[in-house]
């Protein structure tokens, strides 16, 4: 007899970013779903869900409903910066623990949440570097005026500027908003060579077809010599984005549908890297609960001291996972992978440095 083990899912289905919910969701369910099929597996997975639609306000107590209300200790779940941040209190309360499965801003290492996808030294900075090489070093930032625009563009005006670059403007809009018609005349005015785009849902939408539209008047806009650079934008986006808009831009991320190499799942196919950190948070999870008598009942650090060293690829000091560094860009329609490196372990307040070079790559000095 399999044991049942609640877990937790907190998606929103509707509002702004509903688009990557839904593939997070996607991964955690084909998770569970496979996990439960397995004929001697000991544990069976039954998901308790919950759905913020949208609404900031009602992150923090549906997790709290989750683990007040059932008996799971753990919730795969949140997409937003600012959700995740808003249910680290009720974690630390209820002893929970949060699996995020979406890339972020770093500088955070919580000892109830699990990072399962890239931070800045697995996105921003390899991202940055190939720019560099490649386009320049004259920069121009967006971002949408929350915690991942804020934090990510702080981040790359640091790394610009270290690297003897410069940013020519930084322009924010409020979450949701379609007023990019001043961020486009500021970026015609300065003729960046790149764009960092840190605009999340119907707002880059809208900013990737206004500039598509701006390349079409103007060349130097065009993706080959001005290309938009992007670390959140995925497969699971690119339907809601007008097909001409989306040709050219350049991507960051661990995983882009079709590659090779995802942890757990070499040669699978997943929709996007958002539905494959789901998918790995949710076997992560279950590998763990299954380890031992007892395992269900035990804390994060617990569950983690106890298993095999390395075993899950969860970083013990910090709880972030080692993941594979791509750069990709958008051909007909697809992301076709441009370079790719070996897994690099997440670094999220980057202690290691913070020069943008690709991973691995000899650092170079000066000699007289």
């Known amino acids: ?203 880059q939408y809208a900013f990737l077809e206004a500039y598509h539209r701006l390349g079409q008047e103007d060349p130097h806009f065009r993706p080959e010599t001005c290309p938009i650079l992007s670390c959140n934008l995925t497969e699971c986006e690119v339907p809601a984005i007008h097909p001409a808009a989306a040709e050219g831009l350049v991507a960051a991320g661990p995983y882009f549908r079709g590659a090779t190499g995802w942890p757990d799942a070499v040669n699978r196919n997943f929709g996007s890297s958002h539905e494959a950190a789901a998918w790995s948070s949710v076997y992560r999870l279950a590998r763990l609960l299954s380890g031992h008598e007892g395992a269900p009942e035990q804390s994060l650090a617990q569950l983690l001291a106890e298993a095999p060293a390395g075993s899950e690829g969860i970083d013990l000091a910090t709880h972030h996972t080692a993941l594979p560094v791509l750069i990709a860009q958008v051909e007909n329609g697809a992301f076709k992978v441009r370079e790719s490196f070996a897994p690099v372990a997440g670094d999220p307040y980057l202690a290691h440095g913070r020069e943008a070079v690709a991973p691995g790559a000899p650092r170079l000095k000066v000699v007289s």
């Open 1 to 203: 007899m399999k044991k049942r083990i609640e877990l937790g899912l907190l998606y929103s289905r509707s509002g702004s970013y509903s688009l990557i919910s839904e593939a997070c969701r996607t991964g955690a369910l084909s998770a569970i779903a496979e996990i439960n099929a397995i004929a001697d597996f000991p544990l069976s997975l039954i998901p308790v869900e919950r759905d913020p639609q949208g609404n900031i306000d009602a992150y923090g107590p549906l997790c709290e409903e989750i683990l007040r209300d059932s008996s799971a200790r753990h919730v795969i779940g949140c997409v937003t910066s600012w959700s995740r941040k808003e249910v680290i209190p009720t974690l630390e309360k209820a002893g929970g623990t949060l699996w995020y499965a979406v890339p972020y801003e770093g500088f955070e290492a919580s000892d109830h949440i699990v990072y399962t996808h890239a931070c800045p030294n697995q996105h921003l900075l390899p991202l940055l570097g190939w720019a560099f090489a490649r386009l320049g070093r004259r920069g121009f930032l967006t971002g949408s005026n929350y915690i991942w625009g804020w934090e990510m563009n702080r981040l790359a005006r640091d790394v610009i500027s270290t690297a003897g670059g410069e940013v020519l403007g930084e322009r924010y809009l409020p979450l949701g908003s379609l007023e990019i018609d001043r961020m486009i005349d500021e970026i015609r005015a300065t003729r960046p060579d790149f764009v960092l785009n840190n605009l999340i849902g119907p707002s």
